[in-house]
């Protein structure tokens, strides 16, 4: 949702830049995407003075002028303005200078005189449509002085991502009631560009059809649309949109039309009402009927383009034929012309569903339809229809004659109870009642008090304030998230205890996670199945269209994409869900713990360059401890299987929960063997709603990482080669290798990724007093492969770092 800063001030004035408006929605309400600031385009214009103004000699319509600039030179400069008057200032583009339409000032010769830059009207800077003069700077800044410090304050695009729970956003009102709650600042009723909406005119009501003003409207489909108000504005001269209206529109992105459609979609983007105005002349029958399209029925929008219509979708007709479609666009042959002298002005509610139902069954999608999808504001209707009316006739004149209010009001909002109790203990902090009161009145709630707390009504245009939960946030969050505790407090959230199968999963989580594995958590699904895999009917990818019957399928996926990209050591777990088929018509749900060892068993070290490669050992000594975590209290048995099951685990009272063996991958030669590790935790049923849960993982490409003192980390793994050198140190006895590593770190840049200390040795070669201690140095670029010439570099710069700060210097080979 983009919305202008000006706009907004128009609903709430303040002095506050659009920078610290988009900060407070953004830390309060809704995310802040982007700042664009208008007008940018004119950084390079310059105030200028004309000194010297004449007839040129060669043209009886130009002038020749002496224009001082701020440069210290005065510039000759042809204009053909007839408002040039020496001693006034105007707007300048010097040589060189790019015009917001693209063209470049060039220092050039105009009926054989020199003009050195050009002095501007508003319609060349893009400030409005008066092109008969230069535009005449009221200032007393000196020549010079860049442009933008003299114009009005610069307007700004806040570029906002609404959520589809808060349809109110869409609109500038609504983003002015949120600054006005978040800054309290009051608001005005209605913008200040609209001037005095008139109450006098006379309002025809009925439950299902009304008539007045020679028009009548009858609702036949009032499920789609509960509501239908239409103004009968007549005497209206249709044409160019002043210039206030223009900007407001063209503020945030939107082309000038004409006044009459330029002030609907005033009102759509500032009220967040769509309304659409019809040529009453062109209304067969002098009427409007809402109802569903029957078969065969077709109708042209206003984007040229001829729709046939599904039976049943929602339209607007006249007496014959339909004109528009519900909430979504109006047809062509009804539209406003310059040859429009009397309008029907639509303003109606329409239910989401049904606007949903239209916009999918002629694939279009408006700003209208996106508004009534999300909901609008029900209760605001006839006010609404009030205000755009006046803004017609104050940019197109004319009158309005009658306004017809068709189908019923809405009902009153439910009031919800808030607790301060319950909120101080959601929130970790109490709230003063007053301030409570005054937080929610602010967004326009009605607040009184009751025995249990405060009794709040939310406003018409809140649709997702239904439970006390719902105003708690609200407080929060204007209160201020930052200002709310952090800290754990003494109780907890609720009374149910865990689930068993969450408690064993936590169990083993906390053990693999100790002894150094990493969890990865994929998709259930794989590649590899039968007839009897469970098979997804809309796969997310159609080369993974089964549900896994083992832990160990996706974990050797895992693995593969870590030996694509030259890491063989592994130690990974996932704790997920596996389906199984059980002979009904759902596959049989169960959660599995795997782990997958390859690799060297541990780090290296200089003591031991080349540890011990994992092995079927190693992987049975795990089993059994996970054994014992996630079933204590109870026997468990480890015996021989048939390859690749080297063994089967049998616990008490669970018989066969799982195995220990070989995992068959896609390895390269280099690469040791994999050995894999699966136990059944227990099996899920229609009440384990506490059991846990798949989590999307993105390809493969980060693992998590966790440890009791750090928390969780994703680290994605490198895509790019590393480049290793090795160097060995005539260190001295008295330094300790942790410190000459402390300075190869600092030293080393950010591309160093990894030191290692592989080697010592005393003997030949060394001088008494020193040993000789080898380090592997690994540097890694993130985005491209690192040059030789990069790599002796630094290796350069390390040693001579060292040579000054420790006096240590390479071995000699």
Not at 201 to 218: E, L
Not at 402 to 412: C, N, R
Not at 457 to 482: C, K, N, Y
Not at 579 to 602: D, K, T
Request: net charge negative; hydrophobic share 45%; charged share 25%.
């Amino acid at each position: 949702m983009i919305v202008s800063h000006e706009w907004i001030k128009q609903f709430v004035p303040h002095d506050r830049s659009a920078q610290d408006v988009g900060d407070a929605l953004s830390r309060h309400c809704v995310t802040l995407d982007n700042i664009a600031r208008l007008g940018a385009d004119l950084a390079s214009f310059v105030v200028a003075q004309v000194v010297e103004a004449g007839r040129h000699p060669n043209s009886d319509h130009l002038w020749v002028t002496k224009v001082d600039d701020g440069s210290g030179t005065l510039l000759d400069v042809v204009c053909g303005a007839p408002n040039v008057v020496a001693g006034a200032k105007y707007p300048f583009a010097r040589s060189g200078t790019i015009m917001p339409g693209g063209l470049k000032i060039e220092k050039r010769k105009i009926r054989g005189e020199t003009s050195n830059g050009m002095l501007c009207s508003s319609r060349e800077l893009g400030l409005g449509q008066e092109h008969d003069g230069i535009l005449t700077l009221d200032t007393d800044v000196a020549p010079g002085t860049p442009l933008l410090e003299v114009l009005p304050s610069a307007d700004a695009r806040i570029d906002l991502d609404v959520l589809p729970n808060r349809p109110d956003l869409l609109s500038h009102l609504g983003v002015a009631r949120e600054v006005s709650a978040i800054l309290g600042v009051p608001m005005h009723a209605r913008p200040a560009d609209i001037a005095a909406v008139p109450h006098e005119v006379p309002v025809h009501t009925g439950t299902a059809q009304v008539s007045g003003a020679g028009v009548s409207v009858r609702i036949d489909d009032a499920l789609a649309c509960p509501r239908y108000v239409a103004a009968v504005i007549r005497g209206v001269r249709v044409g160019p949109s002043p210039d206030w209206l223009r900007g407001r529109l063209e503020s945030i992105g939107q082309r000038s039309i004409s006044n009459v459609v330029d002030a609907t979609n005033y009102v759509l983007h500032g009220l967040g009402q769509p309304v659409h105005a019809f040529d009453l002349a062109t209304l067969a029958g002098g009427g409007i009927v809402v109802r569903p399209t029957g078969y065969g029925e077709s109708l042209v929008t206003l984007d040229g383009v001829a729709r046939s219509l599904t039976a049943g979708t929602t339209v607007i007709c006249d007496g014959v034929r339909p004109v528009a479609l519900a909430g979504v666009m109006g047809g062509l042959d009804t539209e406003v012309t310059d040859a429009t002298t009397d309008v029907l002005l639509e303003v109606a509610v329409f239910e989401p569903r049904f606007v949903r139902r239209v916009r999918r069954a002629v694939n279009l999608s408006t700003d209208a339809s996106y508004r009534f999808e999300r909901g609008v504001d029900a209760g605001d209707t006839l006010d609404v229809a009030r205000t755009a009316a006046a803004l017609i006739v104050q940019v197109a004149g004319g009158d309005v004659v009658a306004l017809l209010d068709v189908g019923e009001s809405v009902a009153p909002r439910a009031s919800v109870t808030l607790r301060p109790s319950r909120l101080a203990r959601v929130l970790g902090v109490a709230v003063p009642p007053a301030e409570l009161r005054d937080r929610l009145e602010s967004l326009g709630c009605a607040v009184t008090e009751d025995a249990h707390g405060l009794l709040v009504t939310p406003p018409s245009w809140r649709h997702d304030l239904l439970l006390e939960v719902d105003l708690i946030e609200e407080v929060a969050r204007l209160v201020g998230f930052d200002a709310l505790p952090d800290e754990l407090r003494p109780f907890r959230p609720g009374t149910a205890p865990d689930h068993p199968l969450h408690l064993a999963g936590r169990r083993v989580r906390d053990l693999l996670v100790g002894m150094g594995l990493a969890e990865t958590r994929p998709m259930p699904f794989t590649a590899t199945g039968d007839e009897h895999t469970p098979r997804v009917r809309n796969p997310l990818a159609d080369d993974e269209p089964f549900l896994r019957a083992s832990v160990l399928d996706t974990l050797a996926r895992r693995a593969e994409y870590n030996l694509s990209r030259m890491q063989g050591d592994l130690r990974l777990f996932e704790i997920g869900n596996v389906f199984l088929p059980s002979g009904g018509s759902l596959p049989q749900e169960e959660v599995h713990v795997g782990a997958l060892l390859m690799g060297a068993r541990r780090p290296a070290h200089f003591t031991e360059p080349q540890p011990p490669a994992f092995d079927i050992w190693d992987a049975k000594a795990m089993a059994e401890r996970m054994l014992a975590v996630a079933f204590p209290g109870r026997a468990a048995t480890l015996s021989p299987g048939v390859a690749p099951t080297v063994w089967v685990l049998t616990v008490e009272g669970e018989g066969k929960v799982g195995t220990v063996g070989n995992v068959a991958l896609d390895r390269p030669v280099w690469a040791g063997a994999a050995f894999g590790i699966k136990i059944r935790l227990g099996v899920m049923s229609s009440a384990d709603v506490s059991a846990p849960r798949q989590n999307a993982h993105a390809g493969g490409a980060a693992v998590r990482e966790a440890s009791a003192s750090s928390g969780i980390r994703f680290t994605p793994l490198p895509t790019t080669p590393a480049a290793e050198i090795d160097v060995a140190l005539l260190v001295p006895d008295g330094i300790e290798a942790a410190r000459v590593e402390q300075l190869l770190r600092s030293a080393g840049g950010d591309l160093l990724e990894r030191v290692a200390l592989f080697d010592e040795f005393r003997g030949a070669g060394v001088p008494e007093g020193q040993r000789s201690l080898g380090w592997r140095l690994t540097f890694r670029h993130p985005e491209r492969t690192l040059r030789d010439k990069e790599i002796e570099g630094r290796r350069a710069r390390l040693l001579d770092i060292l040579d000054k700060e420790l006096g240590i210097r390479p071995r000699a080979t």
